[in-house]
């Protein structure tokens, strides 16, 4: 079983303010993950991290941001929340095998 | 880039029934394709996977083949359960997880 854990796990707030989105893994890994999935269930790959202090925009543009401080611990950022950001947002690491957190479901009124 | 396209994107199946998912991928240089189990409220979960050099891989009830030839995957789930109701992923990889192409996902849900 994979030890990834986001939080929070649901999250209604305001347009204008801003947010942080935690991710925590227990199992060593180098390299971190963060997805957006929309309501038509597709995966999209918004940031990336191969290690402490390295990050990588994904494929799907996004306003988001992220930090590698420590290996462990891989939270998104979003400065001004829009309603636009309304999403599912999945935290991930592997060493070979993906692993998934259970998700941090975010609405943006 | 790599392109996979996922059909169905809903199946229903009565309990006991087989169920499968096609997959097919554009880079031929793909080697690693993965499928992705995704219950509701959760993350998705790696439930079976084969690399290019395997035409099938099996486990338990599950099973997945790979024609390279014809660029396409499919994952068979046998004896279906209600418990095998969720969203399925197929993803195709040149080799690492950064790589990694996701298919849109199928709704499966077994009718008890």
């Known amino acids: 079983e994979a030890d990834i854990y986001q939080t929070p796990r649901y999250l209604v707030i305001g347009t204008g303010k801003k947010i942080t989105l935690e991710c925590s893994q227990t199992?060593?890994?180098?390299?971190m993950y963060w997805y957006q999935q929309d309501p038509g269930m597709e995966l999209h790959l918004i940031h990336y991290s191969y290690g402490v202090n390295s990050t990588e925009k994904g494929d799907l543009s996004s306003e988001s941001t992220v930090s590698r401080i420590r290996t462990e611990h891989f939270p998104l950022t979003l400065e001004s929340a829009r309603p636009s950001h309304t999403s599912q947002y999945l935290c991930?690491?592997?060493?070979?095998?993906?692993?998934f957190g259970e998700g941090s479901r975010l609405t943006v009124l | 880039g790599e392109n996979v396209e996922q059909h169905p994107s809903t199946l229903s199946v009565q309990e006991g029934d087989s169920a499968v998912i096609k997959c097919t991928y554009s880079d031929s240089a793909s080697n690693y394709f993965p499928w992705y189990k995704q219950e509701l409220g959760k993350g998705p979960q790696l439930i079976i996977d084969i690399r290019s050099n395997v035409g099938e891989k099996k486990d338990q009830r599950i099973a997945v083949t790979l024609n390279k030839t014809a660029k396409h995957f499919s994952l068979h789930i046998t004896e279906t359960q209600p418990e095998d109701s969720a969203v399925y992923f197929c993803a195709a990889s040149l080799g690492s997880a950064r790589q990694l192409t996701f298919g849109s996902g199928t709704q499966l849900t077994v009718l008890p």
């Open positions: 991930a690491s592997s060493s070979g095998e993906l692993f």
């Open positions: 199992m060593g890994h180098d390299k």
